[in-house]
């Protein structure tokens, strides 16, 4: 009954900014690692970020770094990304999702997934 639910996407221009939302439900949320995942047009899953259970650690796609801020509210149930001067190549379905363990930096170990939120950065 794991439920993840993204909010926020739209379109913007290059440059601009986006803060994407995950509303969780089901699981005890303060107790999980938490990811971002994206898809882009024509490409496979890749992963993006990752917050350990208190929030105050933080993982990064070389791809993002420096661009895009996760953060979590535990009393909300809900993850956050931030993600700033953005580029085309961000265009993507982003998904939140529930990783197996503090290790998976990658789609292939995340145990759930959102039904994804769709960004696209165009001029």
């Known amino acids: 009954q794991v439920q993840l639910v993204e909010s926020g996407g739209g379109l913007v221009q290059p440059g601009g900014s986006l803060r994407l939302s995950c509303a969780a439900s089901?699981?005890?949320?303060?107790?999980?690692?938490m990811s971002w995942v994206r898809q882009a047009p024509g490409k496979g899953p890749e992963w993006v970020s990752s917050?350990?259970?208190?929030?105050?650690?933080?993982r990064y796609a070389d791809s993002v770094k420096g661009r895009f801020t996760i953060s979590r509210d535990n009393a909300k149930n809900t993850l956050y990304l931030q993600m700033n001067s953005l580029k085309p190549e961000d265009t993507a379905l982003y998904y939140c999702a529930l990783p197996q363990g503090a290790m998976c930096v990658s789609p292939l170990c995340m145990d759930y997934w959102g039904q994804g939120t769709q960004v696209t950065v165009s001029s």
């Open positions: 917050i350990n259970r208190g929030g105050e650690r933080t």
């Open positions: 089901g699981f005890t949320f303060s107790s999980y690692y």
